[in-house]
Nanobody
Framework: VQLVESGGGMVQPGDSLKLACVTSGRTIVGYAMAWFRQASGKEREIVAG????????YYRDSVKGRFTISRDDAKNTVWLQMNNLEPDDTAVYYCAADERLYRISPSRLRNDYDYWGQGTQVTVSS
């Protein structure tokens, strides 16, 4: 599975961005998907995850109420809508796929994800 992220950029605090992850090479039907981020000098951390059906999602506490993860397998795409962005959201954002089929909840662990995109930079600064 190949993953390609897009939609990053430089914005001001309070602005919004919508990241997209387009997949190819193999269907992601049945896969949990997630967005991770890595700020300079810090560990990669999960931001949000979504099950194969879209019925269960996970968000880290700092983005709850501001970010929304969604997917459309017919379009081979996963999105991350980010509203009310804060400077602490500055990082490279990565899309990831977990090939273990039909998980009932998305894993929060980086090592559970088998495929990764190249990342897209998000910078929030005034």
């Amino acid at each position: 599975v190949q993953l390609v992220e897009s939609g990053g950029g430089m914005v001001q605090p309070g602005d919004s961005l919508k990241l997209a992850c387009v997949t190819s090479g193999r269907t992601i039907v049945g896969y949990a998907m997630a967005w991770f981020r890595q700020a300079s000098g810090k560990e990669r951390e999960i931001v949000a995850g979504i099950t194969w059906s879209g019925s269960t999602t996970y968000y880290r506490d700092s983005v709850k109420g501001r970010f929304t993860i969604s997917r459309d397998d017919a379009k081979n795409t996963v999105w991350l809508q980010m509203n009310n962005l804060e400077p602490d959201d500055t990082a490279v954002y990565y899309c990831a796929a977990d090939e273990r089929l039909y998980r009932i909840s998305p894993s929060r662990l980086r090592n559970d994800y088998d495929y990764w995109g190249q990342g897209t930079q998000v910078t929030v600064s005034s």
